[in-house]
């Protein structure tokens, strides 16, 4: 299919985005640029639940899941666990999954959850 030679220059060109994306630094502890890190289950697994959570709080509490995920998200990041891209794609599945859920789910909007709660 792909010449190795023109692999291999796709690998350092996303290599070079992962290093100028850390600041330079590279990759923090010993996670690969390619490999078995991507996607963060850590992430897909908060995502979900903060989707599926949040539409049930009330107001302001509706943020707090979603301030949980971008912390696990930081936090595998900086201890070298996953790359940027690995977490914010892992939160994406579990956004996905937790939008299906809800589908199935017929999470009640605002305006009936109100309506509900005057009754």
């Given at each position: ?35 078995e890190s991507f996607v963060s289950g850590h992430a ?7 989707g599926v959570i949040a539409p049930y709080l009330p ?21 070298g666990a996953h790359n940027p891209l690995d977490v ?32």
């Open positions: 299919m792909w010449e190795a030679a023109t692999r291999d220059q796709l690998l350092q060109v996303v290599a070079g985005v992962l290093r100028f994306t850390a600041g330079g630094r590279g990759s923090r502890g010993d996670v690969s640029v390619r490999g897909v697994l908060v995502a979900a639940l903060a107001g302001r509490w509706k943020a707090v899941p979603w301030v949980l995920v971008a912390l696990v998200m930081l936090g595998r990041v900086y201890v914010v794609c892992g939160a994406a599945l579990g956004v996905a999954i937790a939008s299906g859920i809800n589908l199935l789910l017929a999470v009640p909007t605002d305006a009936s959850h109100a309506r509900a709660e005057g009754a």
